[in-house]
């Protein structure tokens, strides 16, 4: 094996997204942003493709580009650019990207761009329907898509979608799921009244996708389900596709009462075995891990022993017998007994979407 792998179960990638579209009559968007949720991107936009996605979705511009530049034909939807961006709307017209617009400069920005290239952008109007985040504020909704409805019927953009997205949507029954749905049919009769009546309404995440099918509407948009991870206490028999994994990289006895990594904050209590394992913060492995991540060396479960370094951890295996090499395992999809990456964020104290992006560009892609 290498040093420090992830191995991606491409698989498990294409059968989650088959898994979910067979939940639902929408068409499915494979969000593949942050390099496939750190899963690799283009490997795991053609997988979920294979499992039956029709459109890949990318929080920026240039990683839908380069899906388009690796082959993928689907369309495809970008959603977070920003006016210094060089030429981002006229480099997303000439790979044949959806851009979002939730505002009027980024309208603006879209048909000067057509303007020059004399291509009609394919738009999709963003409404912020109570998260605050991305997307047309209500108030601002009725001027958007006034602007959008006249820039379509100059020719200058093709209003594909309306969309939004959920605050609250991994706690089903939250009061906030309701209130959002109604804002959004709201708008999108708001934009119907405008003149603008998208072929494609979209609202639903993973847990929305898993959990509220009164939520699909006409497209579906689960980004970390389709990696196996649940975002919602239900599995949804999702498979986890990512192993993180690392060869140990040296194996030592040492006697009682020795102090382990930076600051000593952890000492042996009997004469033992350290297990060196080459993967640290710099790769990924939060430092808050700190004597509480979970480790699996051949076939039992340990804790790393002091503190995460920036390219290593150390784990007191006891009596354990290890040899250089043997591979030790941070989480995988729990099947034999290994820590899963939902272990890693409890840990932690995060989410398992973070541990899964972070995984550091040190760390082998070995897809299988
Ligand atoms: C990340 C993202 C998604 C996918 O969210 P998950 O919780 O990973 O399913 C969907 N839509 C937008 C706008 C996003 O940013």
């Not at 009725?142 to 959920?166: D, I, Y």
């Not at 049919?185 to 959990?211: C, F, K, M, W, Y």
Request: with cysteine; aromatic share 6%.
């Amino acid at each position: 094996m290498q040093r420090t792998e992830a191995v991606v179960d491409l698989a498990a990638i294409r059968d989650n997204v088959a898994r979910m579209k067979a939940g639902t009559p929408a068409e499915l968007m494979a969000v593949v942003k942050a390099d496939g949720y750190g899963h690799g991107l283009v490997p795991s936009a053609r997988a979920a493709v294979e499992g039956g996605a029709t459109w890949l979705g990318t929080a920026i511009v240039d990683e839908a580009v380069a899906l388009r530049g690796a082959g993928l034909t689907v369309p495809l939807l970008s959603w977070l650019w920003t006016p210094g961006e060089a030429d981002v709307a006229r480099r997303a017209l000439a790979a044949d990207v959806d851009l979002s617009v939730s505002s009027l400069w980024q309208l603006e920005t879209v048909t000067a761009a057509v303007r020059d290239s004399g291509v009609p952008a394919r738009v999709h109007l963003k409404v912020d329907t109570g998260l605050s985040r991305n997307g047309s504020y209500v108030d601002d909704w009725p001027e958007l898509v006034t602007a959008a409805a006249k820039a379509q019927s100059a020719g200058e953009v093709t209003v594909v979608g309306v969309w939004s997205h959920f605050a609250y949507a991994d706690a089903p029954g939250h009061e906030t799921i309701a209130k959002q749905l109604r804002a959004f049919g709201a708008a999108v009769d708001a934009a119907a009244r405008a003149g603008v009546e998208p072929q494609l309404r979209h609202i639903a995440n993973s847990a929305a996708t898993l959990t509220l099918p009164e939520a699909h509407f006409d497209l579906v948009r689960p980004g970390i389900a389709v990696y196996g991870l649940s975002p919602v206490a239900d599995q949804h028999g999702l498979t986890p596709a990512m192993t993180l994994r690392a060869a140990a990289a040296g194996v030592k006895r040492v006697r009682a009462g020795e102090g382990v990594s930076y600051g000593h904050e952890y000492t042996t209590t009997r004469d033992t075995t350290l297990v060196l394992v080459p993967l640290g913060y710099a790769d990924g492995v939060p430092r808050h891990a700190s004597n509480v991540g979970p480790v699996w060396v051949n076939g039992a479960r340990f804790t790393v022993a002091g503190r995460v370094c920036m390219d290593q951890i150390v784990v007191d295996v006891g009596d354990l017998p290890v040899t250089p090499g043997d591979p030790v395992v941070l989480f995988g999809p729990g099947r034999d007994g290994e820590p899963t990456a939902q272990d890693w964020a409890d840990a932690v104290g995060t989410i398992h979407y973070e541990i899964v992006t972070r995984i550091g560009p040190r760390v082998t892609r070995t897809y299988v």
